[in-house]
């Protein structure tokens, strides 16, 4: 089976790309290879992605697969977006969302609309010059306060109208249905005829 290293540090975006990888691959995690995290200089979700996995091509010698995401919140004029992991001064999932809710205090829910946006590059190895590039969105908008303990980061905050239900309220076999995530994976699939 073809081996492929998952660039990300984030344990809950790793938890959801090995399901949604279904066992295609034998996946290596960065984390044999490096403790050390790119700096995401990038100023879009795809030069971040490439640029995480292009450094994890570099450490293990092996194809890799990165993922950079984010929250784009239409009130805000799509932040955080690609800053949505350094948003607060912590940059912990807690002080974000904290972040977020006073940001967004007063607004009402009409105005609260946000996306999830997630792009996944492929990389065979380092000098790859022609990346695998998948993007998918999910639509929602941000609840007034968090709701629900499942998954990671916004979900706590992100309202997906069709389950009537917080992101964080969702199984994550459901949420692994719906999500950016897994729009992106299902097109990352069809590219490589999996
Ligand atoms: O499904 C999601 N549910 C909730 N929150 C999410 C999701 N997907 C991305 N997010 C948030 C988390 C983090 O604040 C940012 C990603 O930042 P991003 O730089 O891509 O990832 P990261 O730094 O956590 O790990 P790494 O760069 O090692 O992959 O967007
Ligand atoms: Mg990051």
């Known amino acids: 089976m073809k081996e492929l290293v998952l660039a990300s540090h984030n344990t809950g975006k790793l938890?959801?790309?090995?399901?949604?990888?279904?066992?295609?691959?034998?996946?290596?995690?960065?984390?044999?290879?490096?403790?050390?995290?790119?700096?995401?200089?990038?100023?879009?979700?795809?030069?971040?992605?490439i640029l995480k996995a292009r450094h994890a091509c570099v450490v293990s010698g092996l194809p890799a697969l990165a993922d950079d995401s984010g929250l784009a919140v239409d009130y805000l004029g799509g932040a955080p977006g690609i800053y949505s992991a350094r948003y607060s001064d912590s940059g912990g999932d807690a002080g974000n969302n904290r972040k977020l809710l006073a940001e967004l205090q007063g607004v009402p829910d009409a105005q609260r609309g946000a996306q999830f946006i997630c792009v996944l590059a492929l990389l065979q190895h380092a000098d790859d010059p022609l990346p695998i590039i998948c993007e998918g969105?999910?639509?929602g908008?941000?609840?007034?306060?968090?709701?629900?303990?499942?998954?990671?980061?916004?979900?706590?905050?992100?309202?997906?109208p069709e389950q009537h239900c917080s992101s964080a309220e969702l199984e994550s076999s459901l949420k692994n249905q719906?999500?950016?995530r897994a729009k992106a994976m299902h097109?990352?699939?069809?590219?490589?005829v999996l």
């Open 141 to 160: 908008r941000i609840l007034h306060a968090t709701q629900g303990e499942n998954g990671f980061g916004y979900d706590p905050l992100f309202y997906v």
């Open 15 to 49: 938890r959801e790309l090995q399901s949604l990888l279904d066992g295609r691959f034998h996946i290596r995690s960065i984390s044999e290879f490096t403790q050390t995290e790119p700096e995401e200089t990038g100023l879009s979700f795809i030069e971040n992605a």
């Open 137 to 139: 969105r999910w639509h």
């Open 187 to 192: 097109i990352l699939k069809q590219k490589l």
């Open 178 to 180: 719906l999500s950016h």
